[in-house]
């Protein structure tokens, strides 16, 4: 089974799982308490909720429960240099590019196979392309940014702000 956790829009060939009856999830559920079993989901897609989640530990726990051996993990959360991340009250953190580095978590069960800074909002799973007038200028940045990961978030990130930060793990 593949997993979408989070977001408005709905994925093709993925189950739902929300806290909102609005958005009619195939699982009225938290994501610290996903109603599945262990090692059920071959695929999950975590859309802008970690960083509503007061225990991030634990809903992280519960992705790679629910997360077979192989299976991928695609996690999507504002940097934390965003200004989005700081205009919505529900919002308790943000992300770094190093979040989920080897030092980070003891053990660990997952390796990280990808991950990217995107300065400008861009659109992973909807299809749209967010792209303003500026979006040369803010690839140019983007590219220090990812080519220069520490150095962007010590010191250009105070400049030119990110907009998001993307995931993507493989349970060992």
Known sequence: MKLKIGGW??????????????????????IEHIPLKDNSCSEIICDSVLEHIGDMDIAFKEMLRVCAKGGIITIVMPH????????????????????????????????????HIFIEGKSLFSGENKN??????????????NRYPRLYEYWLCNIIRADSVYFKLVKL
């Open 80 to 115: 934390f240099s965003s200004m989005g991340l700081w205009h919505d009250l529900q919002h308790k953190r943000g992300a770094s590019y190093f979040m989920f580095d080897r030092t980070n978590y003891t053990n660990q069960d997952f390796e990280v196979i990808e991950k």
């Open 9 to 30: 829009q709905n994925l093709r060939g993925f189950k739902t799982l929300d806290i909102d009856p609005f958005v009619h999830p195939d699982y009225l559920a938290s």
């Open 132 to 145: 303003t007038r500026w979006h040369y200028i803010f690839d140019f940045f983007e590219g220090i940014a």
